[in-house]
Structure formats: structure tokens, C-alpha cells
């Protein structure tokens, strides 16, 4: 009986470590601030070209991140790029007629959307939209207009 | 002619059929699985202790080792991009996704398989199972699927206890005896890690656990009841075990990538 004892309790701490570990790595070491579990509110905002940027990309003010990228659309009417994003609702106070734009975090970083204030005293709320959008910048796209430019200027 | 023929093939038929026998054999312990649960779980109980307990401390120890060696292998060669920060993604993504599961159920087979293999052999060898028939114990309830479940239990946890101590071994090397920023080495990792990877991990780690598990106890119960025969099962559960596991991680990645 003694024996029995030692075994079970030798196997409770050693599935409760194993738990504990399978704890750890799913929240210690994963992207924190997903904003699943806070309250939020959902904006939308149409865009030329995202670019390559992907869902869970964050939406940052002033380099803070406020929410996060939750849906990439393509409207076939509008033959525009629809962004859902997800703000936390503590920032309730952004005014509606901010400037979203599509940046890269570094050189090579991945792509992220910065919200730029204006100066309206309407704020955004669930479900308004973006207006003023500036898109990606491609790389492509922005070496062949050097190159363009600078064949013209040899003439 | 025949006999020719009958030679060339007969390994390649030996094989075949043993594999139909195993797949039988899991069809068995499947069967008996759950009357062993309600009826025997305290022998499944020992059994995590047995695979499972007393694996945590060569399982730890080769976790820090593991990460320790991926912590300064990572920084040694990213510190020439002038990208050290990122040695703990490197170092996160290897040990959750890889690096983990594999050693674990390698680890796994050679600790705790091998003795699997040899207690449920030598029991065969000694008529012990044939007694419990006997005295109208089944011995798949009674000595086999307990040792199987046992194992499928352990491997995840072992796993992840693994995994955990591998990254604070990175963490150890990188941070403290290398100097990374300890904010820059978590932040970078948990921004780089979703929790879908975490999951690839768990996946591997239940397959490979049934995977090992399985091995270990057919080897054991198909064993020539002979103290050679004994020792030749527990030779082929490591390396049944250490091929099946490694082919198992080339597909399963192939498929979730």
C-alpha cells in the first residue's frame, strides 16, 4: 500500500508537470496580445493594394499596437482589397477620418497597418470604415518607376 | 525454380505479414481498451509511472542539453547577419516543431520502450502470459494494453516538459552566458510563434507516442519466447521505432505545412 502511494503520487506531479509544461508553451510562447479575449471593435477599410499583408498583422498608433488584422477580402465590385480590423475598445477615441496605411516593420520585416489621427471629432465605432487608405508599397512596382525615371533622364 | 522464387520473396512476405499481424494486434488493444480503463486503471496509473515518471529526469536533462546546443549554434551563425535577437525563434520553432517531439519519442523508445519490450518478451518466455490465460486473467487487460496506454499517455507530457526545458536551456545560453537581450529573445519568439505551431508539436508528439507505444509492446508479445529472442525484440523496438518515428515526421510535416 505504501509503495502504491509513492507510485500515484510519483505520477500526479509528473502529469501535473506535463500539463503545466503543455501551459507554458501555448500561452508563454505564442503572440500575445491577440485580442481574443478583450473587448473590441471592428472597423473596415478598402484598400488598392495590401500587398502581402496577412491576417493577425497588427494595426499600430503612434508604433503601439491597438488591434489586429482579422479578415483580407477582395470586393469584385469595387475591385478593391476589404480589411477587417479589430481595435481594442479601450481606444474609442480615434477620429474617423484617420489615415490607414500599409508599412513594413524594418527592411525585410513583415507588413503591418499604421493609423495616422485626423483631426474629426467623430470617432471611429463598430462598423464605420476607413476612408482614407494609402496602399502597399510594392517593391516591383516601385524599382520599375525608378528605372523608367531614370531612362528619361539620360535623353 | 520455386524454391528460388520462394526464397527472394520470402523476406519481402515476412514482412507483409508481420505488418498485418501488428495491425491485428493494435485492433486487439483497441478492443480491450476501454474495459481495461473502467475496470484496470490503476495498472495504467503504474504504467505512466513506469514510462512516464521515471523518464522525466534523462528527458530534462537532454531538453537543456538540446537547447542549449540549438542557443549557441543559432546565435554563433545569425550573429554574422547582426540578427542575434532572433535566436530564440530559431531555437523556439526547432525545439516545438521538431526538434521536441522526435528526440522525446526517440529518448522514449530507448528508456522506456526497450524495457517494455523485454518485461512483456520475458514474460511470454517464461509462460507467464499462458498462466494468466489459464487462470482466466486476459493478459491483454491485465499486462498489455495498461503498458500501452501508458505510453500513449507519457509521450505528450513528456514532450512538452522537453520542449519547455529545451527553450529555457536556449534562454540560459543565449541570454545569460551569450548576452542576447532577454526582452528581444522572447518578445521576437512569441511574435514569430502562432499557436498553430504549438499545435504541429502536440500533433507529432500523440502520434508518435501511439506510434512508439504500439512498437514496443508488439515487439515484446511477438517476441521468439527464447532469452535471444528477447534480446533481438528489444534491439528491433528501437530501431522500428526510431525509422517509423522519423518517416512519421517527414509526412506529418509534409501534410501541415
Known sequence: MRQNLAVEIGTGLFVLLGIGALFFLTTQTTGRNDFSNTDTYTVEARFENVGSLKTRAPVAMSGVTIGRVTGIEFDGASLEAVVTLVIDSRFDQIPDDSDASILTAGLLGSQYIGLQAGGSEIYLEEGSEILFTQSAIVLENLIGKFLVNSGSDEE | ?257
Open chain 2, 1 to 257: 525454380m520455386t524454391r528460388l522464387l520462394r526464397e527472394v520473396f520470402s523476406p519481402a512476405l515476412e514482412f507483409v505479414r508481420n505488418f498485418g499481424a501488428m495491425a491485428l494486434f493494435l485492433v486487439q488493444l483497441l478492443r480491450y481498451t476501454p474495459s481495461t480503463i473502467f475496470r484496470r486503471f490503476g495498472l495504467i496509473v503504474g504504467q505512466v509511472y513506469n514510462a512516464g515518471a521515471l523518464s522525466i529526469v534523462i528527458i530534462m536533462v537532454c531538453g537543456l542539453f538540446v537547447g542549449g546546443v540549438l542557443g549557441l549554434q543559432a546565435f554563433a551563425n545569425l550573429e554574422r547577419f547582426n540578427a542575434e535577437e532572433a535566436t530564440g525563434i530559431l531555437a523556439a520553432f526547432a525545439l516545438v516543431k521538431e526538434i521536441g517531439p522526435v528526440i522525446t519519442a526517440l529518448l522514449f523508445a530507448g528508456r522506456a520502450g526497450t524495457a517494455l519490450a523485454s518485461e512483456i518478451g520475458l514474460m511470454k518466455a517464461t509462460d507467464q502470459l499462458s498462466a494468466m490465460e489459464v487462470m482466466a486473467v486476459n493478459p491483454m487487460q491485465r499486462v498489455l494494453v495498461p503498458r500501452f496506454l501508458g505510453g500513449i499517455i507519457s509521450v505528450p507530457l513528456l514532450t512538452a516538459v522537453f520542449t519547455m526545458v529545451g527553450l529555457l536551456g536556449a534562454h540560459l545560453v543565449a541570454v545569460e552566458l551569450l548576452g542576447v537581450d532577454v526582452g528581444a529573445f522572447w518578445q521576437q519568439l512569441q511574435q514569430a510563434m502562432d499557436v498553430e505551431d504549438v499545435y504541429e508539436g502536440i500533433i507529432k508528439s500523440v502520434v508518435f507516442g501511439i506510434v512508439a507505444s504500439l512498437l514496443a509492446v508488439w515487439e515484446g508479445y511477438s517476441a521468439v519466447p527464447t532469452a535471444e529472442g528477447v534480446g533481438r525484440a528489444t534491439t528491433r523496438t528501437v530501431v522500428a521505432t526510431a525509422i517509423a518515428v522519423l518517416i512519421l515526421d517527414f509526412m506529418i510535416t509534409a501534410y501541415l505545412i
